[in-house]
């Protein structure tokens, strides 16, 4: 039997074909790829970036433009220029660091102007473009392109630059704009008497002749400007013994004048004593007795029958009618409605201003203008009061004319209504709805005085007013704000006076405009105004509060005044539309 040899087979590994080098050269190419990606990246980044530096560039450009065309053209051109060599893109700014703005913004101009359009005119809503101006432009373009910007990495990817563009397109907003005027009683103060002490004899006494003198210098009887004392002149003498005499009523003291010798002087006071004087042969004597006299009896000159003659004065009883016919006004009409000559004899003959001033017993046009400021201040009283440069509000007036000439120079689009407070109610009172008839409210603000309507001050009266005004009449688009201006403090509320509820009444009013969306500028003129309050309600509303300082001369504080209205209207709200 034959045996068979079966041999196992082995199993065999295959092995793989070498491959060494492929990873790496895989390797190679993601690292060139990813590098290609990041210099993508890095470009992309740096492109983006210049766009946004552009943009804001434009922006700020068109901005300040739009803000200074209130200026002109040329100011808004060159204000364009200005803030686009001092807002560069990439690393330009390094080449205008050095010289001055003038000598830099030529550089630039010469260097990068090629790019830049800059379109002054209208904003159309309508198109969306900038238009004409048929008068005073309100809207500035600018568009700017910057070419070749270098990329950092692009030529590896076959491209070694870039260009960007931006464009922006500001204009200014318009503005409804609500005066709040304070015509209480005391915005004729710095006018008075009482004022002496603070701006001196010769402002108070200059400023009444202009008073006067803007009333049309009347003539009445025989007063002059500077206050005289009264003289009373005695009977005609009807024969040649009689004489002729005269008494001056200066109050607790007569100076007695005759053409005859005075035998006698006897005065009776106001407390009833007697006083008896013996000239001698004087022809002229000052009677004394220091206490207000009431009658003066004079014997001088011998009658027909050869008695003495005595003259009696009745200051007294008859004291108004024998100065009035001392004066030529016993027969004179007053020439308004309020007061009368009786009114102002008497107001001469008292004390207060008149009598601290020193001018009791005295009668002159110069303290007539004060009774005037002080007794008959209101409209109804004396009507062409307006007319007179009262202060502080005839600096009010003049300045509320100059901002009004500087809105004028704007577009025509903003508009102004006119309240003030208070009203003869008390309320406050609105004169002058929205309007673009700017002439209108100068006429309006001018032809009203100190204490118009009412003597008292109701801010928030006034501040009610302005606000429903600019939430009945503001047009959506405009920006809406009111000036309020005060000389004092808020004491008139719901038809009487009461301090603390008349200011919890103007903050309420400044939260129901902040909630409106309405800003308020307040100003607060002399060191009566309160300060306080015009503070809270500008914060309340996120207006600005400006104070003209008290003690200061009426130049001065009209400069002020000047000054912070002109501020207000050049502070025009600007917008990007593009």
């Not at 007036?397 to 809105?407: A, G, Q, T, Y």
């Not at 006119?418 to 709805?433: C, F, K, M």
């Not at 700017?438 to 009610?464: E, K």
Request: charge should be negative; include cysteine; charged fraction near 20%.
């Amino acid at each position: 039997m034959s045996s068979r040899r079966r041999d196992r087979e082995k199993p065999y590994s295959v092995r793989p074909a070498p491959r060494r080098g492929v990873i790496v050269v895989l390797a190679a190419v993601l690292m060139i790829v990813m590098m290609g990606f990041m210099a993508l990246s890095v470009d992309v980044g740096y492109m983006f970036t210049m766009q946004s530096q552009l943009q804001r560039s434009v922006d700020s450009a068109a901005l300040a433009g739009a803000g200074t065309l209130i200026e002109g053209e040329d100011v808004a051109t060159g204000t364009v220029h200005e803030y686009l060599t001092h807002n560069p893109v990439g690393l330009q700014w390094k080449e205008f660091t050095e010289g001055n703005t003038a000598d830099n913004v030529d550089k630039f101009l010469t260097k990068y102007g090629d790019g830049l359009q800059l379109t002054i005119g209208e904003w159309n809503d309508t198109s969306g473009q900038v238009v004409a101006a048929e008068k005073n432009p309100t809207t500035v373009s600018v568009r700017m392109t910057y070419e070749n910007m270098p990329f950092f990495f692009g030529h590896l990817l076959g491209r070694d630059s870039f260009d960007i563009t931006a464009e922006s397109i500001a204009t200014y907003q318009s503005r409804d704009i609500m005066l709040v005027l304070d015509l209480s009683g005391s915005m004729n103060d710095d006018s008075e008497f009482n004022s002496i002490g603070k701006l001196g004899f010769d402002h108070i006494y200059s400023n009444s002749q202009q008073m006067y003198a803007d009333l049309g210098s009347p003539i009445f009887g025989n007063l002059q400007f500077d206050p005289q004392y009264a003289v009373v002149n005695g009977p005609t003498p009807q024969s040649s013994g009689q004489a002729k005499s005269s008494v001056t009523y200066r109050g607790n003291s007569v100076v007695v004048k005759s053409d005859k010798t005075i035998k006698q002087i006897s005065v009776k006071t106001s407390n009833g004593s007697t006083y008896n004087y013996y000239p001698g042969s004087s022809l002229n004597y000052t009677a004394n007795p220091n206490k207000e006299i009431r009658y003066v009896w004079v014997t001088s000159g011998k009658n027909s029958n050869n008695s003495d003659q005595v003259q009696s004065f009745d200051f007294d009883g008859q004291r108004i009618n024998t100065i009035k016919t001392a004066l030529g006004l016993d027969n004179l009409a007053y020439p308004y409605p309020g007061g009368s000559w009786n009114d102002y004899v008497n107001y001469c003959l008292g004390t207060g201003q008149n009598n601290n001033a020193g001018y009791r017993y005295r009668f002159g046009y110069f303290n007539w203008i004060n009774y005037l400021l002080e007794r008959q201040y209101s409209s109804n009283s004396t009507p062409d009061l307006w007319k007179a440069s009262a202060q502080p509000i005839t600096a009010v007036k003049n300045s509320v004319d100059l901002f009004i000439h500087f809105m004028q120079e704007g577009d025509g689009r903003d508009r102004i209504g006119l309240a003030v407070y208070n009203a003869p109610n008390g309320d406050g009172l609105l004169e002058s709805t929205l309007t673009e008839n700017l002439p209108f409210i100068m006429t309006q603000s001018r032809q009203r005085q100190a204490g118009h309507y009412h003597n008292y001050t109701n801010i928030g009266g006034g501040m009610t007013v302005g606000r429903e005004e600019l939430q009945t009449r503001g047009r959506k688009g405009a920006v809406k704000m009111m000036v309020l201006l005060t000389d004092g403090q808020a004491n008139w509320v719901n038809g009487g006076v009461n301090n603390n509820a008349a200011k919890n009444y103007v903050l309420n009013e400044a939260y129901l405009c902040a909630d409106q969306g309405f800003t308020i500028i307040t100003i607060s003129l002399g060191a009566g105004a309160d300060k306080a309050l015009m503070d809270q309600v500008a914060e309340i509303t996120g207006g600005v509060h400006f104070n003209v300082p008290g003690g200061q001369t009426v130049d001065e504080y009209s400069e002020d005044l000047t000054e912070i209205f002109r501020q207000v209207a050049g502070h025009r709200p600007l917008k990007l539309v593009k």
